[in-house]
């Protein structure tokens, strides 16, 4: 069955770069059917969307975190990842790695990994 | 960007009650909108597609409605484990979340 599991570091000092990996299994990232994205939960607070993105397509980015954010995906290991500079103690979250079906399928994120802690401190 | 508004933002309700859920866009979606659940710890589950469309092993007391920019979410009958936080989202290609609405037992 499909699964996602991010990972990386769990503490980043503030101005340095927040990098996540997803890995997925179960389904090939590379496949037209699917696109995927990160959200993030800051603590007690609601979801907010950072980005999507699509193997072949462009890869769209919340416009609040636009100048910071990148993702990128590595079909040879089925991975996708995320990268945040400049980081802030607002950028402490749980971070959400999830699949996207084609919106000619379903509108929504269909698969979700449990999310990792990610604390910004010094 | 498509801006969601839902309310309330809390809803305290006994088991066994029916909960009626709202999610306003800033402009017409059609029927493109989603509904997820996230209990605590946990990561947010996919329940309605498409405004109305249960997504694959979601009871039936659940149910979607509603197009343009008015949309509802019910749930008739709560069971202990349908309180929770639930949250909206549109189909875009910025797909934004409403802020959530927490049903918590009475």
């Known amino acids: 069955q499909v699964q996602l599991q991010e990972s990386g570091p769990g503490l980043v000092k503030p101005s340095e770069t927040l990098s996540l990996i997803c890995s997925v299994s179960?389904?090939?990232?590379?496949?037209?059917?699917?696109?995927w994205g990160w959200i993030r939960q800051s603590p007690g607070e609601g979801l907010e969307w950072i980005g999507t993105?699509?193997?072949?397509?462009?890869?769209y980015y919340s416009p609040s975190l636009k100048s910071r954010v990148t993702i990128s995906m590595d079909t040879s290991k089925n991975q996708f990842s995320l990268r945040l500079t400049s980081v802030t103690a607002a950028d402490t979250a749980v971070y959400f790695c999830?699949?996207?079906?084609?919106?000619?399928?379903?509108?929504?994120?269909?698969?979700w990994g449990k999310g990792t802690l990610v604390t910004v401190s010094s | 960007e498509i801006v969601l508004t839902q309310s309330p933002a809390t809803l305290s309700l006994s088991p066994g009650e029916t909960a009626t859920l709202s999610c306003r866009t800033s402009?017409?979606?059609?029927?493109?909108l989603a509904w997820y659940q996230q209990r605590p710890g946990q990561a947010p589950r996919l329940l309605i597609f498409?405004?109305?469309n249960r997504a694959s092993g979601v009871p039936d007391r659940f149910s979607g409605s509603g197009s343009g920019t008015d949309f509802t979410l019910t749930i008739t009958s709560l069971e202990p484990e349908d309180f929770a936080v639930y949250y909206c989202?549109?189909?875009?290609?910025?797909?934004?979340f409403g802020g959530g609405t927490k049903v918590q037992i009475k």
């Open positions: 179960g389904v090939s990232i590379s496949s037209d059917v699917y696109y």
């Open positions: 498409d405004a109305s």
């Open positions: 999830a699949r996207r079906p084609h919106y000619d399928i379903l509108t929504g994120f269909d698969h």
């Open positions: 989202q549109p189909r875009s290609n910025w797909p934004s």
């Open positions: 402009q017409s979606v059609r029927n493109y």
């Open positions: 993105v699509h193997y072949g397509e462009s890869t």
